[in-house]
């Protein structure tokens, strides 16, 4: 089931390259959740939700990009977990180079849940100690 679903991930990353709005929906299940920290909403439940945040995506986007680098299959054979370099352009000509983890499950071969991970630290408080931490230690040459 391995193949099955990195060809699944593979052409829905295709479609959201191409825009096509309704080739990414074909793919999710009427249910079907799509989780994005990027996006205004950051979890979309149902194909309505979905396409409606997909519309901000795609006017938002010259261009996306999507290589599947690593590619790891779940046990029960409707789930996997990828790994991702992404390649974006915003619409003002901003390049957006990033490594992003996705997991995908799926069910007679449509999405359930796609969401997206971004390797962004903590927010809040935690952000800030942390961010003071790193810019103190670089201050003082550590490590």
Not at 6 to 30: N, Q
Not at 39 to 63: C, E, H, N, Q
Not at 69 to 83: H, I, P, T, V, W
Not at 116 to 123: F, K, S, T, V
């Amino acid at each position: 089931m391995a193949e099955p679903l990195r060809e699944l991930a593979e052409r829905i990353f295709a479609a959201v390259e191409a825009k096509d709005l309704d080739g990414v929906l074909s793919f999710f299940a009427d249910g079907g959740v799509l989780i994005d920290p990027h996006y205004p909403t950051p979890r979309m439940v149902g194909k309505a939700a979905i396409a409606d945040g997909l519309r901000w995506g795609f006017g938002s986007m010259r261009t996306f990009g999507f290589t599947i680098e690593k590619f790891y299959a779940g046990d029960d054979g409707q789930s996997a977990a990828f790994e991702v370099a992404s390649a974006h352009v915003l619409n003002a000509g901003m390049r957006l180079n990033f490594p992003q983890a996705f997991f995908l499950e799926a069910r007679e071969g449509k999405i359930t849940r796609l969401q997206a991970y971004e390797p962004y630290g903590p927010n809040g408080i935690g952000g800030v100690v942390l961010g003071l931490t790193r810019l103190k230690r670089r201050l003082t040459g550590k490590r």
